[in-house]
């Protein structure tokens, strides 16, 4: 294709590439301040972020549909570095089974807690698997929640799994993150009122009305939600079920619990 790039790599010896394959390391990731964005969609959502970006890769022989140049003309005009590489060189580097050309370098930000914060809330409780995380983000954007607070966060935010998962819509949410403790002391003062998806819970969810400034706590698969919780003052709410079925996926119990408490 007939277009400008700065540097191209060919070689699974060159340094640049060997750098990029070690952020797929969680503390290379935070001891460089970067991570990495794969696909179309996330590079695009990427590109129209606050977020600083190093480098755009690309691989022209893996593109897929009509609109790539585009998306290099955007990153073009943003006056981002571009480097193309090769078709083993992409496939090395990327995180998917059918790679569609494209990935971006960021440099990642510190996510601190904030109490400037309005508007409904969610509240992934160390949630381990990225797969869950991004899913939770995106599902959080589309039914108009743009706040998530990690507690007690396990999982890294910047994690290229989350980032795929979440489509790249984390790049445009107002994240945070801290311990369970500084979270409900910040909630309280703000008065918001907070609900815990909880599968004891008495209340059940689709007979609930919630406050208009509502904090949504969904806790990882195996161990629920953290002990600190339920000794703030909270609101538990079940999600009824059917056919002996006690548990579900936490993606699932949080869309489920978002579109209730949001439709």
Request: net charge negative; charged share 25%; glycine share 6%.
């Given at each position: ?5 700065d540097?191209?790599i060919?070689s699974?010896?060159n340094p640049?590439y ?7 390391k969680?503390?290379n ?12 969609r996330?590079?695009?959502q ?7 970006i ?5 691989c022209s022989?893996?593109?897929i ?5 585009n998306?290099?003309e955007?990153?073009?005009k943003?006056n981002?570095?571009?480097?193309q590489?090769s078709?083993?060189?992409?496939n090395?580097?990327?995180?998917r089974?059918r ?10 930000e ?10 409904p809330i969610?509240?992934?409780d160390?949630?381990?698997?990225p797969g869950n ?17 990690l507690?007690?966060e396990?999982?890294?935010i910047f994690?290229?799994?989350v980032?795929?998962?979440s489509?790249g819509h984390l790049f445009?949410?107002?994240?945070s993150?801290g ?5 409900i002391?910040?909630l309280?003062?703000k008065?918001?009122?907070?609900i815990l ?17 509502f ?14 919780w339920?000794?703030s003052n909270?609101?538990?709410l079940?999600i ?8 579900l996926n ?7 619990g978002?579109?209730e408490?949001t439709?």
């Amino acid at each position: 294709m007939n277009f400008s790039v700065d540097k191209q790599i060919d070689s699974l010896n060159n340094p640049e590439y060997k750098f990029l394959v070690s952020l797929k390391k969680n503390r290379n990731r935070k001891s460089n301040n970067k991570s990495l964005t794969e696909g179309f969609r996330e590079c695009y959502q990427l590109i129209e972020s606050r977020y600083e970006i190093d480098t755009l890769y690309f691989c022209s022989d893996l593109f897929i549909g009509n609109n790539n140049q585009n998306l290099l003309e955007e990153y073009r005009k943003s006056n981002v570095r571009i480097v193309q590489v090769s078709k083993k060189v992409f496939n090395a580097m990327s995180y998917r089974d059918r790679p569609d050309g494209f990935i971006s370098l960021f440099n990642t930000e510190h996510i601190g807690i904030t109490s400037e914060i309005n508007g409904p809330i969610l509240i992934p409780d160390q949630i381990e698997k990225p797969g869950n995380l991004g899913t939770m983000i995106r599902t959080a954007k589309s039914f108009g929640i743009n706040n998530v607070f990690l507690s007690d966060e396990i999982t890294d935010i910047f994690n290229p799994n989350v980032i795929r998962s979440s489509i790249g819509h984390l790049f445009h949410m107002n994240i945070s993150s801290g311990t369970n403790k500084e979270i409900i002391e910040i909630l309280e003062t703000k008065k918001y009122q907070i609900i815990l998806l909880d599968p004891e819970g008495e209340t059940v969810l689709e007979n609930f009305k919630p406050d208009a400034n509502f904090a949504l706590v969904v806790g990882a698969e195996q161990y629920g939600i953290s002990d600190d919780w339920f000794a703030s003052n909270h609101i538990s709410l079940s999600i009824r079920s059917t056919n002996n079925v006690d548990s579900l996926n936490a993606s699932t119990a949080a869309a489920i619990g978002m579109w209730e408490l949001t439709k």
